[in-house]
């Protein structure tokens, strides 16, 4: 039986990204007996484009028929101006919502062979691994009331819910243990309980489903705390949960200590494991359409998606195991680059990776 | 006319911090003429303890009456298992909300003896002088409805309530381009408007009072990508101004950029300029009643009170003169402490200060 995967390029240099994504996962088929169907369809800009809008009815149905989704990224300044609801974002934020892909994994990794482009220093990051284990489908992203009103003494006002249940908090929590599990057994939660309600609650519930974990340390972090300590020790993690907003600020801080985010991918997962894969940086529009994106993190996204959606962890292996082979041998896209290496293109370094397989 | 100063010891290392403050105040009354007279009340769980309430009204009064407010810190795990509305952090929220002071100054600022201590790279952080200006009586702190409720379907949730109106925007904005005018007219507004309405209604008031500052560069910046460009390259900001959920993250990750936020002072004005100063660090209750706390950043909080609510510019300037000097002779408290540098204790601390008035 053969693994359905979706492609969507989306906008910006996804297009560029996700044709090595392709090229790898031919190779893997031809090469190495993977049993893959790529199709392809368009979100974002290009889904407005093409059907007006950011996710079509068409790319919907073909996700929830997929075994794995591979997303290149979303946006750019052709859309900024269209109306809230038709922006790409939008796109990103409504196939998250209906695939109900509330367990998105973050790692930040520091390649050995990239230490030196980190802002911090080699013995702050040197052999840094941390996984930040985002809510993806709920808080303020998503909690309902929200708009811009104008009150009764004819004031406006803009206003979100920051809001999450107990089994919407139960099953991230859950997540954020099995991962522990897997890792270094230590769970930090970062909430901010010393203000919020709904971090209060979500301190409870993850206090709860610690119990079935006995093996898993588990601490608490308030998110100004725990914004410092990954500048000042980022070491100290293993794997971080935490909600949506808190989660997309920090696993950005987190991603740019490597200083190479052009390296790491990210995978958002249901219930049952299935799930969408994209690199954790974006659409990049100042430098699309030039060949000089680095694709890494999209064919680290394949490995990813190869591991814990398609259940190919041999072939996840062998698509990490080429990724560092050709950091050995010094081929590095732009955003990488540092005296001694070589410079290649999108192309070149996607290329170098198949022929490293 | 003299100057009304109260000072609100608090927890942990509080007392002894402000204890220094103290001694720098009466050093400037008595050598150099400065016109104070210092009153003390008790807030945080000191509060609890002493009139069963984290603010005591009496401690309000005193503060409403007062020209400039001094804070140590508050928190501790004494008061840990006190229900909500008598914890420590509460006070601090209380007296933030009832003298409305919705303006808090973060200096993130690397003194050039400590630059050793940044996780970051030398020529990352080298010479940084950033200031973040966190709005602080808004947002989700403040917002109703807030709590933890059960639904109809016996699901319990938790949630707060993220909201800000036109002119607690406005206010917060106009005071960001007062203070890029008196630096480098630099502005940063960071917010999250592709995905909370309460941003788009942030940016859009932001822009309209961008009108009346022409010579103040505004640009904008999502969460996320502030707290990579933090990590990545600080010095490209000279003013951030955001709302108080981001800035209490974005300052701590900001603050921590120095390596030392035992330095670290900041500032919570009202409209008229009225306002609590205290050092960004906190209670630090492992440390406390030891005599080793760093009171570096209250004394330059004191420096801030002078010159932001006291109008002695002269003052302040002595004082953080002073305090480059002992820098400079190299005495250090643990926390900034390196090889080849005198470790003195908290008083002695005071003193030296003092001392090269
Ligand atoms: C584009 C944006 C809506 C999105 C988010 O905030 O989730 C992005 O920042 C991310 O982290 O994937
Ligand atoms: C103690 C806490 C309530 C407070 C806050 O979140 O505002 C603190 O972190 C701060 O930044 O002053």
Not at 28 to 42: P, W
Not at 84 to 92: Q, T
Not at 140 to 158: C, K
Not at 212 to 236: G, I, T
């Amino acid at each position: 039986m053969s693994h359905k995967i979706l492609i969507l390029p989306g906008d910006g240099i996804g297009p560029e990204i996700v044709a090595e994504a392709t090229r790898l996962l031919h190779a893997l088929k031809d090469r190495f007996a993977l049993a893959v169907e790529l199709e392809e369809a368009a979100i974002g800009g290009a889904g407005y484009d093409a059907a007006g809008e950011p996710l079509p009815q068409a790319t919907l149905d073909l996700a929830r028929e997929a075994d794995g989704v591979l997303l290149g990224a979303v946006g750019g300044p052709r859309y900024d101006q269209l109306p809230w609801e038709k922006r790409p974002e939008r796109g990103l934020l409504a196939i998250r919502s209906q695939l109900e892909l509330f367990a998105n994994l973050r790692p930040a990794i520091l390649y050995p062979q990239l230490a030196s482009a980190s802002a911090l220093k080699p013995d702050i990051v040197g052999g840094l691994d941390l996984m930040i284990l985002r809510e993806l489908t709920g808080g303020a992203y998503f909690g309902q009331p929200r708009g811009i009103r104008t009150r009764e003494d004819g004031v406006r006002e803009g206003f979100n819910t920051l809001i999450y249940s107990e089994p919407e908090i139960e099953r991230i929590a859950r997540s954020g243990f099995e991962i522990a599990m897997k890792r270094g057994r230590r769970l930090c939660s970062v909430d901010k309980a010393n203000v919020l309600e709904v971090s209060q609650l979500w301190r409870e519930v993850v206090e709860r489903v610690a119990r079935d974990y006995p093996d898993v340390a588990l601490s608490h972090m308030y998110v100004d705390n725990a914004a410092m300590q990954l500048v000042r020790a980022p070491k100290q993690f293993d794997v971080i949960v935490t909600e949506n907003m808190f989660g997309d600020i920090l696993s950005d801080a987190a991603a740019m200590l490597t200083g190479s985010i052009g390296m790491l991918p990210s995978a958002s997962l249901d219930a049952q494991g299935k799930g969408l894969y994209e690199p954790i940086h974006g659409s990049a529009p100042d430098i699309a359409g030039q060949g000089m994106a680095n694709p890494l993190a999209t064919l680290l996204s394949v490995a990813m998606m190869l591991r814990y959606s398609l259940g190919e962890a041999a072939q996840a292996d062998r698509v990490e195991a080429a990724v560092g082979r050709v950091l050995d041998q010094g081929q590095r896209t732009p955003d990488i680059w540092s005296e001694g290496c070589a410079k290649v293109g999108t192309r070149e370094m996607g290329e170098a990776v198949v022929a490293a397989l």
